[in-house]
């Protein structure tokens, strides 16, 4: 059993910047962030397949936000910057213990057995 624990959300103006961490506490293959926004399902944001450190994003993200990894930390991190309003979420961090390296498997909600608790992101216009 891997226990995800995220940090880093918050309040920004549009155009800011923030880190999102995820401490995970054993190895994993994969991890992903994903996020809800009110009424609205959980989407994939970014995604890494630990191996070969190989990421993938949402077409909303992409060239905004970057997932990394520390292997000795077992941390996963997502940097986000330009947020707009729309980026307002609550975002998850997860992880599996077994992956499959295809974009559409690794932003799937469904490919993770593992979740964080949350944390949440509030960007105003």
């Known amino acids: 059993q891997v226990q995800l624990v995220e940090s880093g959300g918050g309040s920004v103006q549009a155009g800011g910047s923030l880190r999102l961490s995820c401490a995970a506490s054993?190895?994993?293959?994969?991890s992903g962030w994903f996020r809800q926004a009110p009424g609205k399902e959980r989407e994939g944001v970014a995604t890494?397949?630990?191996?070969?450190?190989?990421?993938y994003y949402a077409d909303s993200v992409k060239g905004r936000f970057t997932i990394s990894q520390d292997n000795a930390k077992n941390t996963v991190y997502l940097q986000m910057n330009s947020l707009q309003p729309e980026d307002t979420a609550m975002y998850y961090c997860?992880?599996?213990?077994?992956?499959?390296?295809?974009?559409?498997?690794?932003?799937?909600?469904?490919?993770?057995?593992?979740w964080g608790q949350g944390t949440q992101v509030t960007v105003s216009s």
């Open positions: 997860a992880a599996a213990a077994g992956c499959v390296d295809s974009k559409r498997w690794l932003l799937r909600e469904g490919s993770y057995g593992y």
């Open positions: 054993g190895a994993t293959y994969c």
């Open positions: 890494i397949y630990s191996g070969p450190g190989r990421t």
